[in-house]
DNA sequence: CATGAATGAGCTTTCATTCAT
DNA sequence: CATGAATGAAAGCTCATTCAT
């Protein structure tokens, strides 16, 4: 639980750098000079970059869940329950746009790629709280009959696309809209 | 007869190499060698990597747009011409996945990012098909009352999403599917 | 002695951009743009980049030994003549910097130092104007009995530090400094 | 104990290599190779080449400087102190031939012409040694009434000219030789 | 003779990684 | 455990030279 200063030091400095610049403007000694940590201290702690760059990803996506879970109750009726996760994701990334960009560098990236394949043979596990939610609306005839796959994209692709072009400042979110624009996503999953 | 040959084997060798190994991963020797040409040849057509980059986005771009105006006719009704356009838009991806690719790749990157900006600002034009769609679909109170960003964000998000599932082999896309999906995309937007 | 227009229109277009740029500052493809001929055609005259500079530089100094015997008279008293040749120099600089600039560059390469060295060894012949000069002078007793190159370094050694200095915008000659630094440096081969 | 140890075998392996082949004969892994140093290393001495290269130039100025100073006395008449500065300066140029090379170059390359403006328009300083003594000889209308620059270029034109001619083996200076060049020179700049 | 597209060796510079201290 | 100097493979790009047309 108590992990060593300097890790973290170094997991935030990579966040910043890489979401600022890319994965290959952000080389360790720029992520070492950032984290007040020498470059051959990173590798204590990451094997080597890649390492790196995979361990950053999961953490930030383990806090994204937990941001989601946050409010989210088993109790509420279904609609509610989808539109608090929506609106929940929506707001999480225009509140840390840093870790929005770092997220869609790493998901279009080979790592991206990568990880994905893994999900997909079982190597690596799909977030619960996706899976628990559509599995339930497919079940109660709410949302439509598609596979799980393709009511995630329905569900959770527009989102995705208008967090960049708020964050890149093409336009403003605010609450009215984000719950408009959840609503809107409702409209394209449910039956 | 065909006197850019060195240019097309350049271009193409580029395509299918960034599309797999990504923008850093696709080195000028390599491109040079896939394509049958020494590297200083590359720099006749192109005055450097960017602009090799950028010249191929933009040809990709401009054949896409050629295949979804292909059986589009403006005297069809609005919803029609929707689905044409996103299943097209769907199928084309599907068929050329090395293209689907590298637009991902392009788009997510600071090259896309620029481009973005620059067709915002209106230095570079925002290709016709879509907007006038959306904007006589707003006219015409079909629509969402959204601005076109989010608009095009709903009815676009989803496809590129499922694009990339399809071809990284998550699941199969048939006709029945890509035009079920695409009635999906327009409950997301209509009114 | 009608040599073919196009070898002429190259080493002009050399001279310019060599003087300018640098020896590397001018590459073949820009001194053929420049000359408006194709680089093959360059190669037709000049075997290669060194034959050309070389030639070039030949080509120079004989224009200059012609403007330093215009007007020079061996009937003239010994001094007259010393003063009308680095009269004559100084001024063939200042209204030819590009040609000062030049020789400049090839007399501080490794060209200059070969010349040089096959000027020693005879294998190239010395500007007869000057050691006819000189030899004369000592000659007579009128000149300090140096060797000849210790002579020359006294003679011309200021002169071409001050076409630098004023072709580099330092400071201005005019007809009578040039006239005053002439006899400056009388004086210092003279007796 | 000597920490910029590498740093100085750089600029050894520099000074000798672009002495003898030019800037343009003497690339970056041909000086590590000699320095004994991977390339890399160079450049956590010097940020570029041209850094390297002024750098070099600057040592090779203050060590000349060290040397002109050394047994010069303000206390001496002016003509004595003009002589020892003078004899100095070709007394280091012959015994560092390599020093007078990379020097010769530099000054007549892209940098000196820099250094030289940046000099004239006081963003450098002038070492201090020439400036004081033309100063003082003019004051004390010992000096032909000219201008600091062309009593410089009367004073050390052909002493750099005679320098050269020594190390290209074109004739053999010694000792006597040396102080009549001095002499020459003196009477050259004495009113 | 003239052309200029093509070549590829060679240049400067970067940066992930190692290891002696 | 921490350090950061050292490494050297590999990148993007240039340009003298060739040769098919």
Redesign the interface.
């Known amino acids: 639980m108590n992990k060593p200063d300097k890790r973290d030091e170094v997991i935030q400095a990579a966040l910043e750098l890489i979401a600022e610049k ?3 403007g952000a080389p360790m000694s720029m992520i070492a000079e950032k984290s007040g940590v020498a470059v051959g201290t990173i590798y204590r702690y990451f094997e080597n970059k890649d390492v790196l760059i995979n361990a950053l990803y999961h953490e930030l996506e383990e806090k994204i869940l937990v941001s989601l879970r946050d409010g989210y109750s088993a109790g509420e009726p279904f609609r509610k329950r989808f539109l608090h996760v929506a609106t929940a994701l929506l707001r999480y990334f225009i509140t840390h746009p840093i870790h929005f960009r770092y997220i ?2 790493y998901q ?3 790592y991206g ?1 990568s990880l ?2 893994d999900r ?1 043979l079982g190597k690596a596990n799909i977030p619960s709280i996706f899976s628990e939610l559509f599995a339930e609306g497919v079940a109660q005839q709410v949302l ?1 009959d ?2 799980f ?2 009511l ?3 569900a ?7 967090a960049r ?1 708020h964050i ?1 400042g ?2 403003v979110l605010d609450d009215v ?1 984000i719950t ?2 959840a609503e ?2 409702w ?4 039956r």
Request: one cysteine or more.
């Open positions: 890319g994965f290959h869609e560098q279009h990236s080979p790629a994905r394949r997909l439509k598609f596979p796959i393709i995630f994209a329905l959770f692709g527009p989102l995705i696309a208008l072009d890149l093409f336009f809209l408009q624009i809107a996503c409209d394209g999953i449910k």
